[in-house]
């Protein structure tokens, strides 16, 4: 947090494959308790984005461990990948009860908590996902889902390669 407030955090770019980052992500939290079903939503044709892979890693963990501590078992998390024109969209969405309405526009402030969280934790996990998407000039939001749950999107414009449409020809 110190260095994205300084200003002196600098992106380590390049080529990454969001199908591996995903799936890393997700053998890294599997050694927490996982008990919600996991869904991945990403196109096979979904090209390479240049981007620090190390921080987005770390985005989405955050958000996918939120959401696992926050989710009943037995409903579901998803990850939806896609590349709109030159910008990289991730959503994550959990089927849990949502965040209080007056509380949305404060979850990524530094060290916030719910009023009805959990203990434990430092209230920066929200604030480090704001820090390190901003950091790519990229955005991040929060909307809860008509049905219930919690839907986060990440918009980052990146330089894009469809090597990898080569590679599978």
């Known amino acids: 947090m ?10 380590k770019k390049d080529w990454c494959d969001i199908h591996e980052l995903v799936y890393e992500v ?8 996982i008990t919600q079903k996991i869904d991945i939503e990403i196109p096979e044709d979904l090209p390479y984005f240049f981007i ?7 985005v989405l ?14 409903t579901t998390i998803t990850i939806c990948a896609s590349c709109i024109i030159d910008q990289l969209v991730i959503t994550v969405e959990d089927d849990g009860k949502g965040f209080p309405q007056d509380e949305i526009n404060r979850v990524f402030d530094r060290f916030y908590r719910l009023s009805n969280s959990k203990t434990g934790g ?7 996902v704001q820090g ?3 950091a790519h000039d990229g955005r991040v939001s ?18 894009i390669s469809y090597i990898n449409n080569l590679n599978n020809e």
Do not use: C, M, W
């Open 122 to 128: 430092t209230g920066l996990g929200l604030s480090i």
């Open 52 to 58: 620090d892979q190390g921080l987005l890693e770390q």
């Open 142 to 159: 929060l909307k809860n889902k008509r049905e219930g749950g919690a839907k986060f999107t990440i918009v980052l414009p990146a330089k």
């Open 61 to 74: 963990i955050n958000l996918v461990h939120n959401a696992v501590n926050y989710s009943p078992a037995n």
């Open 2 to 11: 110190s260095r994205l407030e300084s200003g002196t955090l600098s992106l």
């Open 132 to 134: 390190f998407v901003e």
């Open 26 to 33: 997700l053998k890294r939290l599997k050694e927490t308790e």
